[in-house]
């Protein structure tokens, strides 16, 4: 099993929608590329083809920026915190059982 992650844009109508998996699209080419950011900086830039058949290979037609949030952390919320002490809890549950049985 192959998990893929990837874009598509839709541009007002359904016959113009552009994916990143080159083989969704219906001319089979690629229509977004990426680009590093200037002076090394943290993300990089997805340009969008929006000719199809290669078109002109530009990609400039649409293009976004992805930057990197420095910092972020990993830090589960109160709703998360509740369901992880839950399952903490079954876990106890179930080995309590288990040693019951076995004795
Ligand atoms: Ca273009």
Known sequence: ?????G?????????????????????????????????GGEGF????????????NDFDDLIVSVTYKSGATMTPEPGQWALILMGLGLLGVHAFRSRKVMA
């Open 1 to 5: 099993m192959t998990n893929t992650f």
């Open 7 to 39: 874009f598509w844009l839709n541009a007002n109508d359904s016959s113009r929608t552009y994916y990143s998996i080159d083989k969704l699209n219906k001319d089979g080419y690629r229509h977004f590329g990426t680009a590093d950011m200037p002076d």
């Open 45 to 56: 830039f997805v340009g969008i083809e929006d000719i199809w058949n290669q078109g002109d």
